[in-house]
């Protein structure tokens, strides 16, 4: 990971037409020293999941706030293992009820942000996440 900046993909998958916390999010990140992709809004997880493999991301954020999140955030972590063999960090966010974060985390979910979350808390998050990852990988 210190070779080379943490690259994170960021989409709105579904029909959701809100993006300003995912924009928002993306420029924290940026500003944090990352590269950012921000794919924008309507996407399919296919879509997703092929751009991420194309950018070579270390992260793939996911931001819903239709509800739809427990049909494309599971779909979109499904895909990415069915057709990558890298290990990557998901992150979801958006208006995410509590009830459904354990399940989003059975199906790969690393952790969900809530909205008002600061970008620092996800900025450590991702730092740390990766250097675990990292390290488990030397083994």
Same mark, same amino acid.
């Given at each position: ?23 928002? =999010? ?14 924008? !809004? ?12 194309? %950018? ?5 954020? !996911? ?8 049909? !494309? ?8 293992? %069915? ?7 998901? =992150?979801?966010?958006? =208006? ?9 985390? %059975? ?23 990766? %250097? ?8």
């Amino acid at each position: 990971m210190k070779s080379r900046k943490i690259r994170v993909l960021i989409a709105k998958p579904g029909l959701d037409g809100h993006d300003r916390g995912a924009k928002v =999010i993306a420029r924290g990140l940026r500003d944090a020293g990352m590269e950012v992709v921000y794919l924008g !809004l309507h996407l399919t997880p296919e879509h997703i999941v092929e751009a991420a493999i194309q %950018e070579d991301v270390d992260i793939i954020g !996911l931001s819903c706030l239709s509800g739809a999140h427990m049909a !494309l955030f599971p779909k979109t972590v499904r895909l990415f293992k %069915e057709k990558s063999r890298r290990q990557v960090l998901f =992150i979801g966010g958006g =208006i995410i009820p509590d009830k459904d974060v354990p399940r989003l985390k %059975e199906a790969g979910i690393d952790r969900v942000f809530g909205p008002g979350t600061p970008i620092s808390k996800i900025v450590d998050f991702i730092k740390t996440s990766l %250097e675990v990852k990292s390290d488990s990988g030397k083994n």
